[in-house]
C-alpha cells in the first residue's frame, strides 16, 4: 500500500506479528505489532501496536486485544482500518 504525505511517498506492509511503515528519503521509520485493544462496551479503540500488545492476556472482561492480520490475510477488517488510521497518524509525526 502507497500513498503520499507530505510530498513523500509511505508505504505500509502490514504483516501477522508486526506492521512497518516506510517514508520515502527516511527509510523504514518504525515497526509496531500488529495488535488493536478494543473495548466491547464503548465500542472503541483503546489502543494499537505495542501498548495494545503489553495488554495480550491481561486485558479486563470488557476488552479485547485482537490480531486483525491472520496467516498473512486481513481477518478484522475494522480492527485493521483502525491499525492502518493509527499508522498513518503516527508517520505523519514523524515527517
Known amino acids: 500500500m502507497g500513498l503520499f504525505v507530505k510530498n513523500r511517498e509511505l508505504a505500509i ?10 517514508i520515502q ?15 466491547t462496551e464503548l465500542d ?9 500488545r503489553r495488554m495480550i492476556g491481561r486485558t479486563p472482561g470488557n476488552m479485547v486485544a485482537v490480531r486483525p492480520i491472520k496467516d498473512g490475510v486481513v ?6 482500518v483502525e491499525m492502518i488510521k493509527y499508522l498513518i497518524k503516527k508517520s505523519l ?3
Request: negative net charge.
Open 93 to 95: 509525526a514523524k515527517t
Open 13 to 22: 506492509d502490514l504483516g501477522t506479528t508486526n506492521s512497518l511503515v516506510y
Open 25 to 39: 528519503e527516511k527509510g523504514i521509520v518504525f515497526r509496531e505489532p500488529s495488535v488493536v485493544c478494543y473495548n
Open 75 to 80: 481477518a478484522e477488517f475494522d480492527m485493521t
Open 44 to 52: 472503541k479503540v483503546e489502543s494499537v501496536g505495542e501498548d495494545a
